[in-house]
């Protein structure tokens, strides 16, 4: 395996080791990595460029390598303007739309595997990517062009990915240290939530108020499980407080759940 000219990159919670060689990323490999690696090859035979492509999975050493997707990734610090400006909104809501559709011609591999952590218990129709927030878009010009850290992908329904992005890219915080908007003043993301669905084409909003509160709450008791469970990356989210700022957020979406269903209505 040859890593030559290898170079760390940082970032990531998850994933414990995630390291740039030439145009090819090397991330720690998991049992789900063969079936993760067979969607991204469908999306790539597809022209479907909203993710990396695979290259190939070294199992002794426990990795796997794609494609370098050059451009920023905001994994800290401020927020540039143009995350929170409308045409960057929809044109998420729009790449979650093509990788979703690209699920009705996909057949998995018959010993699929995915990982179960942050996946909707019952599967569904579509491969949602289960972890769709700024810090997993790569922005090329100011303009989100890709998806990356697949390792969490696995069958789900359509609003289980949608809520998850209407949470992160509106977004739903209501936290002074890290929402784009003025606190006082909620209408912006009532619109914001109504222009995603508009872009992405969901047509069925019936109770997406309580899905996306659903979702914050599936999130928030997944990072516990892993704490409590030993997981260092989830002791780490623990620690950081993601639990008691989950717990707020939720609690900001059910103080303005009626504007939210007024705006989506």
Same mark, same amino acid.
């Given at each position: 395996?040859?890593?030559?000219? %290898?170079?760390?990159?940082?970032?990531?919670? &998850?994933?414990?080791?995630?390291?740039?060689?030439?145009?090819?990323?090397?991330?720690?490999?998991?049992?789900?990595?063969?079936?993760?690696?067979?969607?991204? #090859?469908?999306?790539?035979?597809?022209?479907?460029?909203?993710?990396?492509?695979?290259?190939?999975?070294?199992?002794?050493?426990?990795?796997? %390598?794609?494609?370098?997707?050059?451009?920023?990734?905001?994994?800290?610090?401020?927020?540039?303007?143009?995350?929170?400006?409308?045409?960057?909104?929809?044109?998420?809501?729009?790449?979650?739309?093509?990788?979703?559709?690209?699920?009705?011609s996909f057949t998995p591999p018959a010993d699929a595997n995915w990982q179960g952590t942050a996946a909707f218990p019952g599967g569904g129709d579509v491969i949602c990517h289960n972890d769709l927030a700024p810090w997993n878009t790569v922005f090329t010009g100011g303009s989100p062009a890709a998806f990356i850290d697949w390792d969490l992908a696995a069958p789900g329904p359509r609003w289980w990915d949608v809520s998850y992005a209407i949470w992160h890219f509106?977004?739903?915080?209501?936290?002074?240290?890290?929402?784009?908007?003025?606190?006082?003043?909620?209408?912006?993301?009532?619109?914001?939530?109504? &222009?995603?669905?508009?872009?992405?084409?969901?047509?069925?909003?019936?109770?997406?108020?309580?899905?996306?509160?659903?979702?914050?709450?599936?999130?928030?008791?997944?990072?516990?499980?892993?704490?409590?469970?030993?997981?260092? #990356?989830?002791?780490?989210?623990? %620690?950081?407080?993601?639990?008691?700022?989950?717990?707020?957020?939720?609690?900001?979406?059910?103080?303005?759940?009626?504007?939210?269903?007024?705006?989506?209505?």
């Open positions: 395996m040859d890593k030559a000219g %290898e170079e760390a990159l940082t970032g990531g919670f &998850l994933t414990s080791s995630v390291t740039r060689s030439g145009d090819t990323v090397w991330r720690s490999a998991g049992r789900w990595s063969p079936t993760v690696h067979a969607w991204l #090859a469908h999306l790539a035979d597809a022209g479907i460029d909203v993710a990396p492509r695979p290259v190939r999975i070294d199992a002794a050493a426990g990795v796997e %390598e794609v494609t370098f997707l050059d451009g920023m990734v905001l994994s800290g610090g401020a927020s540039p303007p143009y995350l929170w400006r409308d045409d960057t909104l929809t044109a998420v809501a729009r790449l979650v739309r093509q990788f979703h559709d690209a699920a009705a509106v977004p739903l915080y209501g936290d002074p240290s890290n929402d784009p908007f003025e606190l006082a003043e909620f209408e912006p993301r009532a619109r914001r939530t109504r &222009l995603f669905c508009d872009a992405y084409g969901l047509a069925d909003r019936a109770g997406l108020v309580d899905k996306v509160i659903g979702r914050q709450v599936a999130v928030h008791d997944a990072i516990k499980r892993g704490a409590a469970a030993g997981d260092p #990356a989830y002791e780490r989210l623990w %620690e950081l407080g993601a639990g008691t700022g989950i717990q707020r957020q939720a609690g900001y979406v059910r103080a303005h759940r009626s504007a939210l269903e007024d705006a989506l209505t």
